[in-house]
Each structure stands twice: as structure tokens, then as C-alpha cells.
């Protein structure tokens, strides 16, 4: 065989880059495990720009195939893996290769940890404001539930319906009915 059969991620290989989602399937019913209706509007209605789902996504990258063209932030990232530098022209500024390659160990850890860190945080925000959204979503739902009932309930109070009736419709209490048609 080859060496450069040996290498090659798969069957029909043409790219040095490759996209995977993760999706889950219940193990009985073969149901598919999707995000619920608030979790989908909060993440995008602007929360966040994510494309699908929150489910794992993985990379495979043949960093030798890279030809050192670079196109997209990726790229950036796989010239850096490739080459160990930074490209003059690039966007990212935020470090430089040298600085990194001369760190000691223990300072390459500290840096990985602080950057794990940083993502970690950020995923809290994203789930503290996922969270937000769904509360406030249900709590909209709810005070707009609430209005439409009294506003049945005025309807049917202007109509001459019996408050029996009323209570019945809009599961309103006699005394919120009483109230609403003190304030007529």
C-alpha cells in the first residue's frame, strides 16, 4: 500500500476540510431529538447565529492537503496548524506564533486553560440568555392568555351572559368576573 493511501480520511477524499453533525435518535422509537419551539426561536431570533442545532459538530482537517490559500477565518487557523505562523496579511492578530511557540509548558497550558475558560464563559452567557428568552416567552404567553380571557370575559359580560357562563368559558373566577364588571 501506498503512503499516501494510508493517509487519506476516506473513500472519495477531494478536500482537506470536512463538516459533521451530530444527530440523536431515541433508541426505541427511532424518534429524533430535536430543540424545543422556545429553545429554536430564542437561538434564532438573533441569540445566536448557530445554523441547525446545539448537538455536537466536528472537523476533520488534512492539514497537508491545505494549500496554503487562504479563503475563509478557517483557513487561517489550518495555515497556522500547517505552518506554525501567522501570515503577515492575516486578520487574526490576537497572538503571534513566535509568542506562542516560545512559551514554556507550563505557560501553554495556562494559556489553554485560560482559552478553555473564555469558551466556557461564553457558553454560560448563551444558556443564561436561552433561559431568559424561554422565561420571558412564557411569561408573554401567559399575561397574553390572561388578557384575552378578560377580554372574553368583557364581551360576554356586555353581551348579558349569566356569570356561570362566563367562569365556564374563560376560566376566570366570579371574582375577577365581578371585578371586571364593577369597572363597567
Known amino acids: 500500500m501506498n503512503n499516501s493511501a494510508t493517509r487519506m480520511l476516506g473513500e472519495g477524499e477531494t478536500d482537506y476540510v470536512y463538516h459533521g453533525a451530530t444527530e440523536f435518535y431515541g433508541l426505541n422509537n427511532q424518534s429524533r431529538l430535536t430543540l424545543k419551539p422556545a429553545q429554536k426561536q430564542a437561538l434564532f431570533n438573533g441569540v445566536s447565529k448557530l445554523k441547525s442545532n446545539v448537538f455536537p459538530e466536528y472537523y476533520l482537517i488534512e492539514v497537508e492537503k491545505f494549500q496554503n490559500l487562504i479563503q475563509s477565518d478557517l483557513d487561517e487557523w489550518i ?9 503577515k496579511n492575516s486578520k487574526r492578530k490576537t497572538f503571534s506564533s513566535r509568542d506562542l511557540m516560545k512559551m ?3 505557560e501553554r497550558r495556562a494559556f489553554e486553560r485560560f482559552m478553555m475558560n473564555k469558551a466556557s464563559e461564553r457558553g454560560m452567557i448563551e444558556s443564561a440568555k436561552i433561559e431568559g428568552l424561554t422565561e420571558g416567552e412564557k411569561i408573554g404567553h401567559e399575561k397574553g392568555l390572561k388578557e384575552r380571557q378578560l377580554k372574553t370575559a368583557r364581551a360576554m359580560l356586555a353581551a348579558g351572559e349569566p356569570l356561570e357562563k362566563i367562569t365556564r368559558f374563560t376560566e376566570l373566577t366570579e371574582q375577577e368576573i365581578l371585578k371586571l364588571q364593577a369597572q363597567a
Do not use: C, G, Q, R
Open 104 to 106: 514554556s509548558e507550563a
Open 79 to 87: 495555515y497556522f496548524f500547517k505552518n506554525s505562523e501567522i501570515k
